[in-house]
């Protein structure tokens, strides 16, 4: 959900607004950046492919294995784990799929291994009543593989990370580079405003800021759309959009709010201040998140006094 700033941090800018801004009166509420469900993701995959064989140890017939593997890469890519159905390949990690029996039903078991077939991770999933298993409707097929995706995703995330933690030239153990590139779009200066407030603010938050290409881990682009709406107004919309130095898309953050027609036509001023000081929280934490960390956690750790250790 996008929100505006609330109405304290009115009272505290419209006079510096007013200088720099081409129009008083009405001034524009600062932006919220909302980082998005995709954002909040670590989305950033182990591996290239996830090899997802139909079962041999299922109990099920060899049509209902196939259409289990299915629907499992099937729920796995939609939580952005790229899985295929298919024979595992030298190069590849596999999912194995078995099931056991357990009281008066089966569990489904779920074993990440690595490409020389070594166990790395497992899940479960919930328990189905035998005469339901042995009929293997499509449809519970489904059911299983839909609760069985964000588990096994899960241990892929912990599995990367925990490879990533002993790794020291991994980002999980460096500052991540990041290419901050110009923004477009936007009405005035609204372009360099943007794209120098963003990279100052950035830069304050942790990660190395690069203004060319080489060497970058991940990219942010700053895109801003004024259209016009009803009553003498103007939508803005400015979205940063944070993609890995290979151009896969990791996260968005977007930020929405109407003002005065005209209002931002020559100078952003302040307004861009704030606008980055709020997008550049959002952009971080998709990095964050992208490099194994928990955006909360290290804030907790950041506001830590000195000398004081965490439990």
Known sequence: ?????????????????????????????????????????????????????PGTDTLLPDAANHELAKQIAAALLATEVPAMVRSPEKADWRLITRAERSGNGIKPLFSVQDPQGKEEGSAEGELVALQQWANADPT???????????????????????????DPGSLYNR??????????????????????QMRARLAVLGPVVLTTPTGADFVVQGDVKV???????????????????????????????????????????????????????????VILRQSGHDPNETRQSSNRPVGQSSK
């Open 140 to 166: 519970l097929l489904q059911q299983i593989a839909t609760e069985a995706a964000p588990r096994i995703g899960a241990v892929l995330t912990s599995i990367r990370v925990a490879h990533d933690k002993a």
């Open 227 to 285: 259209v016009p709406i009803p009553k003498h107004q103007e939508r803005v919309e400015i979205q940063w959009t944070v993609k890995t130095g290979a151009g896969d898309e990791r996260g968005r953050v977007v930020q929405l709010n109407e003002i005065p027609a005209g209002t931002l036509d020559h100078y952003w001023g302040d307004v861009a201040v704030v606008v980055a000081a709020e997008a550049s929280n959002g952009v971080n934490d």
């Open 175 to 196: 500052p991540a580079k990041v290419l901050v590139a110009d923004v477009t779009g936007a009405p005035g200066d609204g372009d360099q405003s943007l794209t120098r």
């Open 1 to 53: 959900m996008i929100r505006p700033l609330g109405r304290l941090a009115m009272l505290l800018y419209p006079m510096i607004l007013c200088g720099l801004l081409s129009a008083c009166g009405d001034l524009p509420e600062p932006f919220l950046g909302n980082p998005g469900a995709t954002a909040r993701r670590l989305a950033q995959p182990l591996t290239p492919l996830l090899a997802v064989p």
